[in-house]
């Protein structure tokens, strides 16, 4: 009798992505796996073929619990007694202090301290299934860690289509911004971000060859010849903190203010007045004791429900004046306003939209598409300075991008935007202009890639009250560069090592 072959499994593809429902999908490359499609949306890398290619495996995890464990108590400074440990379909251990359970078991009941799921969020077929679970068996303030095979680790940079992240047994390949989009809609709030590599003595000189591998295209081989000093991290844990869900969010503007009488009621007016679908509004007004009249304009609105003033002694910068504004923040959402209406205030629907759909977590409006540096500054009264300014921005852009493995086109616009709790465990000490370096810095360093968005932009000259100076703001953010590069990301030394 002849024998045939039972008939395959029906494949399903996706029509949407598994993390934001946008339907806005690309192929981007095939594996022995199935093909991988990316989210143009939050970029969410996935298989798109459903059931998902993947088998459970009996791996036994007990080693990871304990050391995820010891992270998490460090990181937090806690000690929780009763820990719920999340592994893979199939996995197994056992752990001092925790109780080991694969991701399609986990208890219908039941309170614990904390949780540490480990390998587990890529590899279930829900995901939101699995938060809303560990929610559930959470209280109010328990902390959590999150560790996944990473799209943000330097591993799988390096590696490109060749990472082994790709090959082992997950359905969804988290980065750093679609791993936090993830938590904060289930509810866990302030993730804070670690990688498992180690910078090592004689790094550098590995560092250097595996560059000149990775420059003729030997990526694989960079990757290797790293690999055993320990030099890439595959993996990112993300430690957050169990919260509530947010039904109404609301915006935090925060609006600096030093002799900007001119313009501050007529900003002031608008912004009151703005509404937008959904969305509550806080107005912080940060006067720094103006010399022109301003802070009796700003005292003016200090009785309007939406205005909370701070009121500054003396005027020690602007970036002084938005961190004071940082720390009234109560807002979900946090976005940088000036008071002299060089930006327009319409913009603000389409620079938050892409953050309440847990699309990204940082927007910047760009005043300028990438290739249009010139356009950025005009000043009617000064067209010879206008031009040093867009050289400068164009020298800084460079070293920026050059340094942080950037390709971004406006960082150093006024219009940040970014979800408060990309904050979390990040502190900061400029006060001038050359906050705007530091703060998209460590955004950066944290693990976070910022959207661009063309906005409106009507730029001012020195004369009409531009502030920044010619030499000391420029030796400022050089200095800013160089020293945000290396410096302890979060104030905790914890390991395995900050992102």
């Known amino acids: 009798m002849r024998l045939y072959p039972a008939p395959a499994q029906e494949v399903r593809p996706l029509e949407r992505c598994p993390s934001c429902a946008s339907d806005r999908l690309e192929y981007e490359f095939r594996t022995e796996r199935g093909r991988i499609s990316r989210c143009t949306e939050c970029t969410l890398l996935f298989f798109r073929e459903r059931p998902f290619p993947g088998a459970r495996a ?24 009763r820990v719920l440990a999340v592994v893979p379909p199939g996995a197994f251990g056992s752990a001092e202090g925790a109780e080991i359970v694969a991701a399609d078991a986990l208890p219908e009941q039941g309170t614990y301290d904390a949780a540490v799921a480990i390998d587990a969020l890529d590899r279930v077929a829900d995901a939101d299934a699995l938060l809303e679970r560990l929610r559930a068996l959470l209280p109010p303030g328990a902390p959590v860690s999150v560790t996944v095979p990473s799209v943000s680790s330097s591993a799988a940079r390096y590696a490109g289509a060749a990472w082994t992240g790709f090959t082992g047994g997950a359905s969804r390949f988290y980065s750093v911004d679609t791993l936090q989009s993830a938590l904060i809609r289930h ?23 595996a560059g000149m591998l990775r420059a003729v295209g030997l990526r694989r081989a960079a990757v290797r010849a790293q690999r055993p000093s320990q030099l890439l991290d595959e993996s990112t844990t993300a430690v957050a903190v169990r919260g509530e869900l947010v039904e109404r969010p609301k915006l935090s503007v925060i609006v600096p203010v030093y002799n900007e009488k001119a313009t501050f009621a007529r900003l002031m007016d608008q912004l009151v ?32 429900p939406r205005v909370s003033v701070v009121l500054q002694e003396a005027p020690r910068g602007k970036g002084n004046a938005v961190r004071a504004g ?26 938050i939209a892409p953050i309440r759909a847990y699309r990204r977590n940082f927007v910047i409006g760009s005043r300028h598409n990438k290739g249009s540096a010139w356009k950025i500054r005009d000043f009617n009264d000064a067209p010879v300075l206008s031009q040093v300014f867009n050289v400068g921005h164009v020298v800084f852009l460079g070293l920026l991008n050059g340094l942080y493995e950037q390709s971004l086109a406006d960082p150093f616009s006024m219009f940040k935007v970014f979800r408060r709790d990309c904050l979390a465990g990040l502190s900061f000490e400029c006060n001038r202009f050359d906050f705007d370096f530091e703060i998209v810095i460590k955004l950066l360093r944290k693990g976070y890639r910022p959207l661009e968005l063309p906005v409106n932009y009507h730029s001012r000259s020195i004369a009409e009250g531009k502030k920044v100076t010619m030499v000391r703001d420029p030796l400022s953010w050089l200095r800013a560069l160089v020293r945000f590069r290396g410096v302890d990301l979060y104030a905790t030394d914890a390991s395995p090592r900050e992102r």
């Open 273 to 304: 007045a703005k509404a937008i679908d959904g969305i509550e509004i806080e107005i912080i007004v940060v006067e720094s004791n103006s010399q022109d009249g301003s802070r009796e304009e700003v005292l003016a609105y200090a009785a309007h």
């Open 187 to 209: 509810g866990f709030r302030d993730p804070k971000f670690y990688a498992d590599g180690a910078l090592r003595p004689g790094s550098l000189r590995v560092r250097t060859a």
């Open 58 to 81: 009996a791996v036994d995890y007990g080693a990871r619990v304990a050391e995820r464990l010891a992270h998490l108590r460090r990181a937090t400074g806690t000690q929780p007694r």
């Open 326 to 351: 940082l720390e009234r923040a109560t807002g979900d959402i946090v976005l940088f306003q000036d008071a002299d209406l060089e930006y327009e205030i319409d913009d603000y629907d389409d620079l």
